[in-house]
């Protein structure tokens, strides 16, 4: 399966009240991302992105919202963590990509549904 082209925004919660915890989510994005990539998707997981705790001083909060909605905006599909409804980021990014009309996925059998579909419909476009 050739989706190198396909790109997947994963969501879920990022913030926590101690950087333990964030690190935890980072993991969890990281990883759910990882199972993405083995799909054949180019995961992108914002949460990777600006994992360094010294993101937060560069540029305010609203600037890296923004950032990761134009991120989200450019994205085929978008996949959620297991825990993501306990993030108001990431309840907000489930309401955008509804208005976007982006795939959302909750289950990654329904993500790998979902891109063998894609694959099939892109092969028989091409023959």
């Known amino acids: 399966?050739?989706?190198?082209?396909?790109?997947?925004?994963?969501?879920?919660p990022f913030?926590?009240?101690?950087?333990?915890?964030?690190?935890?989510?980072?993991?969890?994005?990281?990883?759910?991302?990882?199972?993405?990539?083995?799909?054949?998707?180019?995961p992108m997981i914002p949460h990777a992105n600006t994992q360094h705790p010294d993101f937060e001083h560069v540029q305010p909060y609203q600037f890296w919202i923004d950032a990761t909605a134009e991120q989200l905006r450019r994205c085929d599909a978008v996949i959620f963590t297991d825990?993501?409804?306990?993030?108001?980021?990431?309840?907000?990014?489930?309401?955008?990509?509804?208005?976007?009309?982006i795939p959302r996925f909750?289950?990654?059998?329904?993500?790998?549904?979902?891109?063998?579909q894609r694959e099939e419909k892109k092969n028989a476009q091409t023959k």
Do not use: P
């Open 1 to 12: 399966m050739s989706q190198a082209t396909t790109l997947v925004y994963v969501a879920g």
């Open 15 to 42: 913030s926590a009240k101690v950087r333990t915890g964030v690190e935890e989510n980072i993991g969890r994005a990281t990883r759910l991302g990882l199972e993405v990539a083995k799909l054949g998707a180019c």
């Open 83 to 101: 825990d993501w409804e306990r993030s108001s980021g990431a309840r907000s990014e489930n309401e955008l990509a509804i208005a976007h009309e």
């Open 106 to 116: 909750f289950h990654l059998a329904d993500l790998a549904g979902w891109l063998e």
